[in-house]
Structure formats: structure tokens, C-alpha cells
């Protein structure tokens, strides 16, 4: 989806080194999350943020960590990256209706990081 | 443990032939179902979702899906399959009373000519 890109689309890093991954959208949502995709696992949710002052953990934040720049702004870091955080990671918005509404997710392109 | 399995790695079906992308749930509570569909270095797109009332839900594309209670399952389906659907296809759950999705492990869907 155009209304949220993820910069960049590829990186190869070393073991070792910090990485920042950056995710923004003009959807004007309130609501954004990063995600990691491995094959036959699926995406599973990292980090989530409801607006700039509310950050969660996910079911898998061990060794990543975020930024709520702004509204649109949402930056994924991996402190000190190694081989296993090798994977497709996918910035999505959501808009905020409230807990008992089903809102739909719309995901960036993807960047796909390779740690050497 | 809560999970959305996804039993198919791969589904082929000839072009023109209806289709189905099978997925079954195992959560508590009323949970949203969704299906996203992935296309080759793209993002997920939304095709359709569940949330209440009648079980066949019509989506994007054609597609459509049924979910069925008693067998916690939401079948994705497709009446006539189209070479431009072949594509990488998830399953979502949101649970109950949470923010959280919980996503299947995806089906790839191969549409033959």
C-alpha cells in the first residue's frame, strides 16, 4: 500500500552492528505495528503503538526496541543485530475504532534484512 | 495456546476451476477473522473479514469466505480461479477484548494456466 512505505527495502548488515528500520504513512492513523515474517512461521508482532505516548511490546520485542517519532512515524531499532533477526520485517497502520471493532491492518512493502 | 494453523503450504488449481484456502482457528472467545493476500515484494492487502452475521463474507477480487462455528474454520474461496491470483494468502485472527492479531503461516496459491 503507497500510504506506507518503509525505508529501506533491503539491508545486509554484520553481526554486531545497529540498525534502524523506519516506517511512515499518510493514512493518518493512530495506530501502527511492526511485525517480522519468517517462512512457515508467519508474521509475528514485534512492537505496537496506539499514538506517540503509547508504546507496547509484542510476542517477540527481545533484542528490538521503537521510536513513536509522530503520528506517522514509527521506527523499529535493532540494538545490536545478529543472524537470527534475519527476516522480512513489515511496518501496518490501523485505525483507531476502539477494542470491540474489527479494524483492518494495511502493511508496508517490506524490508528484508539480512544479518551476516 | 491460542493458534491459527493454515494446513496447506501450497494450493494448485487450474485456471477457471473454483478454489479454497482452508484455515482453522483455535482461540477463546468471538474472534475477527481476516484474510490478507501477499503479492511478490508487496506488503499484505486486505481482502476480507469476519466480524458478525452472516457466515459467508464476501471480499476483494471475488473472493469470499465462509465461517463455519462449529468447526472454527474460515475457508477462503474463489468461484473461478485467475492466473493473477497466485499469491501468498494469511489468515488473521483478532482476539476478544485485544489488539492482538495472531496471523497463520500463509498458503501459497499457484493458479495454472
Known amino acids: 500500500d503507497a500510504d506506507v512505505t518503509q525505508t529501506p527495502r533491503n539491508r545486509i548488515t554484520k553481526t554486531g552492528k545497529r540498525i534502524m528500520l523506519e516506517c511512515s504513512q499518510t493514512?493518518?492513523?493512530?495506530?501502527m505495528y511492526w511485525y517480522r515474517q519468517d517462512p512457515g512461521l508467519g508474521l509475528r508482532l514485534i512492537y505496537y503503538?496506539?499514538?506517540?505516548?503509547?508504546?507496547n511490546k509484542g510476542e517477540i520485542s527481545d533484542g528490538y526496541s521503537v521510536s513513536r517519532q509522530a503520528q506517522a512515524k514509527f521506527s523499529l531499532s535493532l540494538e545490536s543485530a545478529i543472524p537470527n533477526q534475519t527476516a522480512l520485517y513489515f511496518c501496518?497502520?490501523?485505525?483507531?475504532?476502539?477494542?470491540?471493532?474489527?479494524?483492518?491492518?494495511?502493511f508496508g512493502p517490506g524490508t528484508r534484512l539480512t544479518v551476516l | 495456546a491460542q493458534s491459527v494453523a493454515q494446513p496447506e503450504d501450497q494450493v494448485n488449481v487450474a485456471e477457471g476451476n473454483p478454489l479454497t484456502v482452508k484455515c482453522t482457528y483455535s482461540?477463546?472467545?468471538?474472534?475477527?477473522l481476516f484474510w490478507y493476500v501477499q503479492y511478490p515484494n508487496r506488503g499484505l492487502q486486505f481482502l476480507l473479514k469476519?466480524?458478525?452475521?452472516?457466515?459467508l463474507v464476501k471480499g476483494s477480487y471475488g473472493f469470499e469466505a465462509e465461517f463455519n462455528k462449529s468447526q472454527t474454520s474460515f475457508h477462503l474461496k474463489k468461484p473461478s480461479a485467475l492466473v493473477s491470483d497466485s499469491a501468498l494468502y494469511f489468515c488473521?485472527?483478532?482476539?476478544?477484548?485485544?489488539?492482538?492479531?495472531?496471523f497463520g503461516t500463509g498458503t501459497r496459491l499457484k493458479v495454472l494456466a
Open positions: 501496518a497502520t490501523s485505525d483507531s475504532q476502539g477494542i470491540n471493532v474489527a479494524d483492518t491492518q494495511y
Open positions: 493514512k493518518g492513523h493512530d495506530r
Open positions: 503503538s496506539f499514538d506517540v505516548k503509547d508504546i
Open positions: 482461540v477463546s472467545g468471538n474472534p475477527y
Open positions: 469476519y466480524i458478525t452475521g452472516d457466515n
Open positions: 488473521a485472527v483478532r482476539l476478544t477484548g485485544t489488539y492482538k492479531y495472531i
